[in-house]
């Protein structure tokens, strides 16, 4: 598992971070595809660093990849680096050799991409679709409600995390709400459409939404269909 913990992973207006929202995911996704003897690591993807878990054996180890994830310290605003979601997700790839489950936890935001266009692939898309080659691949996309829903709450100071960018919007203006809910729509429809090209299986988690009955309802519905997918043809028995 990957797990994105750059400085907009920070933010929670629920009573949870989008940070503390993924490493729950990959802790629900642990447990319910445990088998006996498979082996769990890990990546935490900061600006500055990419800090390897090396994959072992037992639930013992998913508990340490759990432990390690959650005590990981909180990176400050504006912190810079040279790593970005791509190369978090190339540095997953090489990581591990077998083929296996490789489940990407980000909210998949990166720093002055302003683009809206779904046909205009992010950088990280590319990347993706060559880890999916070898590998079963699970995108969990986590959201806070305030992201995707502006709030009337008059004038707010917008600041953004990663970079400089910062500006004062009447929240109280419905238009301007408009504008901006709009925006953040097509940018998930893009990262929605990103994934799906590039061959991941693609769970949105919310900061305002029972995350556990999420999960649990997207792993029945991918069951069902990955039993049609592998289902022989007609007249073929397995």
Request: proline share 5%; aromatic share 6%; glycine share 8%.
């Amino acid at each position: 598992a990957l797990i994105d913990v750059t400085p907009s992973m920070n933010w929670g207006t629920e009573g949870v971070t989008k940070r503390d929202l993924g490493i729950a995911a990959i802790a629900t996704i642990g447990f319910l595809s445990q088998k006996m003897g498979d082996r769990f690591g890990g990546l935490i993807m900061r600006p500055d660093e990419i800090k390897r878990l090396p994959a072992q054996s037992g639930r013992t180890a998913l508990y340490g990849l759990l432990r390690r994830m959650l005590t990981e310290p909180i990176v400050s605003d504006h912190t810079t680096g040279p790593y970005t979601l791509a190369a978090g997700v190339q540095r997953l790839a090489r990581a591990e050799r077998r083929r296996g489950m490789r489940v990407v936890v980000s909210d998949f935001l990166t720093p002055g991409d302003f683009e809206l266009d779904a046909n205009v692939a992010p950088e990280w898309e590319r990347p993706m679709r060559e880890l999916a080659v070898r590998n079963q691949v699970l995108a969990v996309e986590v959201v806070d409600r305030h992201e995707v829903e502006f709030a009337d709450v008059g004038e707010l100071l917008i600041r953004d995390p990663e970079t400089d960018f910062e500006r004062y919007v009447n929240t109280s203006d419905e238009a301007a709400r408009e504008r901006m809910d709009a925006a953040t729509a097509a940018q998930r429809e893009r990262v929605r459409v990103a994934l799906r090209r590039a061959g991941a299986a693609h769970i949105q988690l919310r900061t305002d939404r029972d995350w556990v009955h999420d999960i649990a309802r997207f792993v029945l519905a991918y069951r069902r269909t990955a039993g049609m997918l592998h289902q022989p043809p007609a007249g073929v028995t397995k």
